[in-house]
């Protein structure tokens, strides 16, 4: 038997004002397109803005509905559209924040498990890392180099 320890890497920004003036833009395009969220259930907002290698940038927000669980979380809302749209563009940076209409989210709010995996399948599929920064309402805002700080024993299609 052998252990394996796995350790993960993230940069952290005290706040918004900190970040990169082209991150601090972008970030800035996830909080207007969160507050657009459909969100009348878990009132949790999450909005995402991904900077593509053409240049454009594509926005997500959350889309609930009644008959759960067929809402669509922010991040792949944003990823989908990008591959719709872009199908040959790379993702290069990712911003999202979250906010709750109950209670402050203060504390860096990273992607949920299904879009981990699904950030996971784009960066694998474009051979180049996704920087990925996140954030609640206000506060920290931590960068990720690559989705594998997120998820380091991602499942790909090398296992099928």
Known sequence: MKQVNIN??????QSEEELPQDIQSLMEQAVAIRKKA???YSRF?????????NGKIVLGSNQENAAYPSGLCAERVAIFQSGAIYPEAKIIKMAITAASDTNKTTSPIPPCGACRQSISEYEFKQNTPIEIYF??????????DSIKNLLPLSFDKNFL
């Open 8 to 13: 993960a890497s993230f940069t952290v920004y």
């Open 38 to 40: 459909y969100a009348p």
């Open 45 to 53: 907002r999450v909005g995402t803005a991904l900077l593509l290698d």
């Open 135 to 144: 954030m609640g309402e206000t506060g920290e805002v931590y960068k990720s």
